[in-house]
């Protein structure tokens, strides 16, 4: 299974975004480009300390089975479920796009500061997870940036 801690898995994401063009187009989701990337951003900057933490939606059911299937087994995610609403880009909240390549750099600086924090720092909990080890954490970052990335067909 592919992982942020892994250094060519976290290099084939970056190559992945820095093939898109501000133009780029969704195949799904209502998200530009540039809304995508500072949604991304703001995902990576919760479990860093530099955003509150998403109010918490998780059940029993997302803490367990969910977080089992998703975090645990290799099936590729699927788009439509729901964002938390304090990053919904859609809806007018988490950081605006601004200028096209430094939103980029700025993403990929994020995901290589989550890596090198590694576990060292106490971590929110996932608002749909829950609490999360450092390899769930570095399968979620890794999922949740391919996801996007299929998204705008990269």
Same mark, same amino acid.
């Given at each position: 299974?592919?992982?942020?801690?892994?250094?060519?898995?976290?290099?084939?994401?970056?190559?992945?975004?820095?093939?898109?063009?501000?133009?780029?187009?969704?195949l799904w989701g209502h998200m530009s480009f540039g809304q995508m990337v500072?949604?991304?951003?703001?995902?990576?900057?919760?479990?860093?300390?530099?955003?509150?933490?998403?109010?918490?939606?998780?059940t029993w059911f997302t803490r367990t089975v969910l977080k089992w299937?998703?975090?645990?087994?290799?099936?590729?995610?699927?788009?439509?479920?729901?964002?938390?609403?304090?990053?919904?880009?859609?809806? !007018?909240?988490? &950081?605006? $796009?601004?200028?096209?390549?430094?939103?980029? #750099?700025?993403?990929?600086?994020?995901? *290589? @500061? %989550?890596?090198?924090?590694?576990?060292?720092?106490?971590?929110?909990?996932?608002?749909?997870? !829950?609490?999360? &080890?450092? $390899?769930?954490?570095?399968?979620?970052?890794? #999922?949740?940036?391919?996801?996007?990335? *299929? @998204? %705008?067909?990269?």
């Amino acid at each position: 299974m592919k992982r942020l801690a892994d250094d060519r898995d976290l290099e084939e994401l970056a190559a992945r975004i820095r093939k898109l063009k501000p133009d780029s187009r969704g195949l799904w989701g209502h998200m530009s480009f540039g809304q995508m990337v500072c949604h991304l951003a703001d995902s990576f900057r919760r479990p860093l300390g530099k955003r509150p933490a998403s109010p918490r939606r998780d059940t029993w059911f997302t803490r367990t089975v969910l977080k089992w299937i998703i975090l645990r087994t290799a099936l590729q995610w699927r788009g439509g479920a729901p964002t938390s609403p304090d990053i919904d880009q859609v809806a !007018g909240k988490g &950081t605006p $796009p601004g200028e096209f390549s430094e939103d980029v #750099a700025i993403l990929l600086d994020l995901m *290589r @500061q %989550f890596i090198a924090q590694g576990m060292t720092e106490e971590r929110p909990s996932h608002p749909l997870f !829950g609490q999360l &080890t450092w $390899p769930e954490w570095t399968r979620w970052g890794w #999922a949740h940036v391919d996801l996007h990335l *299929r @998204q %705008f067909g990269a």
